[in-house]
């Protein structure tokens, strides 16, 4: 373990066993709000190339090409933009149980969705965690086509597969806590501030370096959502597909290499300005005596391996984070810690 000498957080070496009893097996989809899902369709499909699996009066359910599972990515219209869950699959039905059983010993109100009330979704669970994030948790999901080696349909960015999800909060130790110890969550790489308290933990449950990524800010916020891609060469390709499609503007960041994860990235706002990342090049993660890599935040190689800052924006602006109780955005809560190095203004 390693101590953080300002706040005793102990950052735990490999994956904990989780004390809900729930095998959490990685990050599976994610649904942002949109106000306009043929606007939408133009990035994400037209001009990104995800692949479409079904579209509803009301939504996009969208995939990559090497994912089997009936989507990855859920648009669905709304008034105002933000992020309504974060979906991670679980192993059986009975992690379901245990997680009902778990959450509701907490103090969170849970709701079961029963299988089919979404388009290729079983049976589902989803509760807000104790800072806010809209959690879901599936079994089972339809099996698609995968179009790996449909080397004919390949469009755009070439997506092959969800990643991650980036959320901001106002106290990343209390929440690495509970990530770790009840849900069981590993971390892989994390960073702490000039006087040693944890600013950002990247958390893993399948083997590569994160799920779920914690960054201190403004929160509870969705900051984005990543998504797998072959190589560096998919990553500028992208780029180039959007600048001659009329899309340029929506690049944020990047590309880039980060020196945390050692991931190629590119940033994207959405129509809304919900946020994804291209994500490429980032390692296995297998050992149970993993050490996780310790990072400071005013290292310029954390962020950028090449030493070039995030804009503002990547700071300031994130989804916020819908209440499965009635859609509306929750309330927000600054940082306990500054909320950028101190290179970015």
Not at 159 to 176: G, I, K, S, T
Request: hydrophobic letters at 40%; glycine letters at 8%; charged letters at 25%.
């Amino acid at each position: 373990m390693v101590s953080s000498p300002s706040t005793g957080v102990q950052i735990q070496r490999g994956r904990p066993t989780p004390r809900s009893g729930a095998n959490i097996i990685r990050a599976t989809h994610g649904e942002y709000q949109v106000t306009d899902l043929d606007r939408a369709y133009a990035f994400y499909v037209d001009a990104l190339g995800f692949v479409v699996t079904e579209r509803t009066t009301d939504a996009l359910y969208l995939r990559g090409f090497e994912e089997r599972d009936h989507h990855s990515l859920v648009l669905r219209k709304g008034a105002a933009p933000g992020a309504s869950h974060l979906a991670f699959k679980v192993a059986s039905d009975d992690d379901l149980d245990r997680l009902e059983h778990f959450a509701s010993a907490a103090g969170l109100r849970t709701i079961d969705v029963p299988a089919d009330q979404e388009p290729g979704h079983g049976r589902a669970l989803r509760f807000h965690d104790p800072f806010g994030l809209p959690l879901e948790f599936v079994a089972r999901m339809r099996q698609e086509e995968r179009l790996l080696q449909r080397f004919d349909l390949y469009r755009g960015a070439q997506v092959m597969r969800f990643d991650h999800f980036n959320c901001q909060l106002p106290n990343v130790a209390e929440a690495y806590a509970w990530y770790s110890s009840e849900l069981g969550f590993g971390c892989s790489e994390y960073t702490v501030s000039d006087d040693g308290r944890l600013w950002a933990a990247w958390l893993q449950r399948k083997q590569n370096v994160h799920d779920l990524a914690l960054m201190n800010g403004t929160g509870p916020r969705v900051h984005h959502f990543g998504f797998w891609v072959t190589d560096p060469m998919s990553v500028l390709r992208a780029c180039d597909v959007l600048a001659a499609s009329g899309w340029a503007h929506a690049i944020e960041r990047g590309p880039g290499r980060h020196g945390l994860s050692n991931a190629f990235f590119l940033y994207l706002r959405d129509p809304d300005g919900n946020r994804i990342e291209l994500y490429a090049s980032d390692y296995l993660l297998a050992d149970p005596d993993w050490e996780p890599i310790r990072w400071t935040l005013n290292d310029p190689r954390r962020a950028t391996f090449w030493g070039h800052m995030a804009p503002p924006s990547w700071f300031d602006e994130a989804a916020c984070c819908l209440s499965f109780e009635n859609g509306e955005a929750l309330p927000m809560t600054a940082g306990m810690l500054q909320d950028r190095p101190d290179h970015v203004t």
